[in-house]
Structures are given as structure tokens and as C-alpha cells.
């Protein structure tokens, strides 16, 4: 009968970045891609911001397949070998962070950022790791079903978590966000809630009107 096994094996993953580690940097965002999304897709959104004051960070997810070949898209995680994929993002996520970060004043104000799947992904390796981070922004996407996040209420207290979504979303329906709202208020984890007329995409002016009236 045939046998399963597992065996860690290194990989190359690729990272893109607007902004130079430096002590002169004032914020550091690390941000997560979509499902079928590249970090080189992603990051376009914040060429906006002043890359003398802000580093961006868009690690790409390890799974790469053909979306509308010859297109190629990523995943962070499918549900085949789950949990090893978790395990392997998770750990590529805080190495990435832990690189930047000690690059950079101790006084840097950190910014989680996720799209769609990109959000699930954040909160799993922020909740494996425990980093420091000030805001978390979570758009057009949903928190992870399968966790308790009642022991991490003081983790989350002098944290700032804004949910933003398109009014729009071809992949938010009422049910789903009602759950969120539902969920997150049984789990002890309070949002700040943003929406705008559009669908799932990162709308660039919402973007930085949440930057400019509620991070900076």
C-alpha cells in the first residue's frame, strides 16, 4: 500500500518592493495579494505613496497556476496538504517581515494590508507570529472561520483593524457579510468599517482617503 511522506525543501519566492529599507522610513506595509493575483499586480496600487517615507512590501504567494492561460496567477493555500501550506506561508511571511523590519527605525509605524484572499492569509500568520504592527487593513475580504480569536483580544487591543469593501462585490453577498459583522463581534474583534461604490478591486482614492483620514 503506498505510503505518504513529507520533506521540507527550499524554494524561491519572489517579493516586490516601492521604497528602500532605510532608519528615515516612516511606514512599513506588508501586503498580500488575491486569489489568481501577482505581487507585481498588486503593488501598482501604492505607487501613489511617497517611497522616500513609505516602504511596500508585496510577497508573492509560493502556488503558481495558469489563470485564463496564458496568464499566470498565485494562491496563498488550496485545500490540498492544507495545513503544510499554511505552515510554509506562514513562515515565508514573518521571515519577510522580520527582515524588513529590522531594517528600519524601531519607531516605524507598521501596516498590514490584505486583498481578498490575501486577508485570511495576514491573519494566520500574524496570529502564528504575533509581530507588532499598528493597522491592519482588511479589503474585500473575510477572517478565517476556523480560528479562536478570543485568546488574542490583548494581542488585537492597541491594534487598529479597518474592514473596507466594495458595495458592489461580485464575491461579498449579504450572507457573508453579515457573518463577519456577526463573528467578529462574538470573537471580541472590532473593526472599523469602510465601504464605497465599486466592486472587488482596491480603489486607489479610497485607498489613500483611508491613509490620509485614519492611518497617517
Not at 14 to 34: A, E, Q, R
Not at 126 to 132: E, V
Not at 169 to 182: A, H, I, K, S, V
Request: aromatic fraction near 16%; charge should be neutral; charged fraction near 25%.
Amino acid at each position: 500500500m503506498p505510503q505518504k511522506h513529507t520533506k521540507t525543501v527550499q524554494r524561491t519566492a519572489h517579493y516586490y518592493t516601492i521604497g528602500t529599507p532605510s532608519k528615515t522610513v516612516n511606514y512599513f506595509w506588508l501586503v498580500t495579494h488575491g486569489y489568481g493575483q501577482l505581487a507585481s499586480q498588486i503593488i501598482h496600487k501604492f505607487d501613489g505613496f511617497d517611497s522616500a517615507k513609505h516602504l511596500i512590501v508585496a510577497p508573492e504567494a509560493l502556488n503558481k497556476f495558469y489563470w485564463k492561460r496564458p496568464q499566470v496567477g498565485a494562491t496563498w493555500m488550496t485545500s490540498a496538504h492544507r495545513l503544510d501550506e499554511i505552515e510554509d506561508y506562514t513562515s515565508y511571511l514573518k521571515g519577510i517581515y522580520d527582515e524588513f523590519i529590522s531594517q528600519l527605525n524601531k519607531d516605524v509605524k507598521i501596516i498590514l494590508f490584505g486583498f481578498s484572499q490575501g486577508c485570511q492569509t495576514q491573519f494566520r500568520w500574524i496570529l502564528k507570529a504575533q509581530p507588532n504592527f499598528h493597522h491592519f487593513i482588511i479589503w474585500a475580504g473575510l477572517m478565517p472561520d476556523d480560528i479562536d480569536f478570543k485568546p488574542f483580544q490583548n494581542y488585537f487591543k492597541d491594534k487598529q483593524l479597518h474592514w473596507v469593501y466594495g458595495d458592489e462585490d461580485e464575491f461579498l453577498n449579504e450572507t457573508l457579510l453579515d457573518w463577519q459583522t456577526n463573528h467578529a463581534k462574538e470573537q471580541g474583534i472590532d473593526f472599523q468599517t469602510t465601504t464605497f461604490h465599486g466592486k472587488h478591486r482596491i480603489d486607489r482614492t479610497v485607498l489613500h482617503e483611508l491613509w490620509e483620514n485614519k492611518i497617517k
